[in-house]
């Protein structure tokens, strides 16, 4: 069942970093500059963040098959659109249907792992669901920019929206929301979905979740997703085939790293603080380190920053795991969906900034050179750093939570003498 829920994730991973190495041709496709090119992934993972808390309760009350079916329909729907629009209007419709079906995978995905599993093994299977997604960004980095060359922008995209139609048919047929159950649904007394949002957001390690997510998933989505390729292009003067390279490195490092990560953070707790706060703080440095040059940096730098970057897309699930400490199973959708919300809204805060600043700095549209990259890309320290401060922070208010005894209620023990005595008033 697992399986087949991941399937999905990895054609929603692929449709969401399709843009990652087409944004060149995107720019001349739809004729747009580097501010609107930035709107695509913008919007989409704007949508994808705001229903990341409504998905979560909907997936907590009708089940992870029926949110994954929609999600599906209109991810490949967007796709189909992606393919054959040849205007600005047409193009941004596409991406928001994208993120719209986007937002539906994971946080349902995660639903079934915790209905399917023991929760021992639920750090484990949620890293492997990401290794998993990876496979979608390995399939949108270097073979997508071949089959861009080789085929065409309309049956590339229009091939890889009909991959979603196959998973779609597996899905209907395959899936089972629960062992021995048909579909699992909260009942209809139960808790609203804002209650549950209320009492989710109540827990200390929510927050503490949402901000590791925010600090460690948001470099990986702006790299993959639109400005790494161009920064490389045009910025650092790397062919096409060697920008496709370096996105492919800093994906591979990130699969890696789930395959470590999950029993890591299992075993040792305690690590799961200095992993969330040390990969921010070394992606700072290492964009340092190539942006203050006013000269293109050598390809080793280039390469050691893809491999501090790529880590951030699994170390940003340890977010899960802060916020799943402190809430009860009932909630998992909506807790999931709260930290999920983290990384990608920095994205989106990212990939406007950084194409607002490259059309600021070198007005005109067109290629933009070194020197506004340097600029543009310095953006991204903000949200780290922001990111950074609060996970040291709200993990100060989990550890104080942890240490506070529990109230003690003392019941005074009935004695014959106290039956025989009436009450006062």
Request: proline share 6%; aromatic share 8%.
């Amino acid at each position: 069942m697992w399986a087949v829920a991941a399937s999905v994730y990895v054609v929603a991973v692929f449709h969401r970093s399709s843009l990652g190495v087409a944004g060149i041709e995107a720019q001349e496709r739809f004729h747009v500059s580097a501010s609107q090119l930035s709107l695509f992934p913008m919007l989409q993972l704007l949508v994808y963040a705001g229903l990341q808390i409504p998905v979560g309760a909907l997936t907590d009350r009708f089940g992870a098959k029926r949110v994954l079916g929609c999600g599906l329909v209109l991810m490949t729907a967007g796709q189909f659109t992606f393919a054959f629009a040849h205007g600005f209007t047409g193009a941004v419709l596409a991406r928001v249907l994208v993120g719209m079906g986007d937002a539906m995978t994971f946080v349902s995905v995660l639903r079934v792992v915790a209905v399917w599993f023991p929760p021992n093994r639920v750090a484990v299977l949620t890293q492997l669901t990401a290794l998993l997604g990876m496979a979608g960004n390995l399939a949108g980095a270097t073979p997508l920019a071949g089959a861009l060359h080789a085929f065409g922008w309309s049956r590339t995209f229009a091939v890889s929206a009909g991959v979603g139609v196959v998973v779609l048919v597996v899905l209907l047929f395959v899936l089972r929301d629960n062992p021995g159950a048909p579909v699992r649904t909260r009942p209809a007394g139960g808790p609203g979905m804002w209650s549950q949002v209320r009492a989710a957001w109540a827990e200390p390690g929510t927050r503490l979740g949402l901000w590791a997510h925010w600090a460690c998933g948001c470099l990986p989505q702006v790299f993959l997703m639109l400005w790494g390729f161009p920064f490389l292009v045009e910025g650092q003067g790397l062919s096409k085939g060697a920008a496709s390279a370096l996105l492919t490195v800093a994906i591979v490092i990130n699969m890696l790293a789930c395959l470590v990560v999950g029993p890591l953070v299992t075993r040792r707790p305690g690590s799961r603080l200095v992993l969330c706060v040390g990969q921010p703080v070394l992606a700072v440095v290492a964009w340092a380190a190539v942006l203050i040059p006013s000269e293109p940096s050598p390809l080793w730098l280039l390469v050691l920053l893809a491999l501090v970057i790529g880590p951030g897309g699994a170390l940003s699930l340890v977010g899960m795991e802060f916020a799943r400490a402190g809430n009860p199973p009932q909630r998992l959708g909506t807790v999931s969906g709260i930290v999920n919300v983290g990384g990608f809204a920095a994205a989106t805060l990212c990939l406007f900034a950084i194409g607002l600043v490259l059309d600021l700095v070198e007005p005109g549209g067109g290629e933009h050179g070194l020197a506004a990259y340097r600029v543009a890309m310095a953006v991204q320290a903000v949200p780290l750093l922001l990111g950074v401060v609060q996970v040291l922070r709200y993990a100060r208010k989990v550890a104080g939570r942890e240490r506070r005894p529990e109230p003690v209620c003392v019941v005074a023990r009935r004695t014959p003498e106290r039956e025989s005595v009436p009450d006062a008033g």
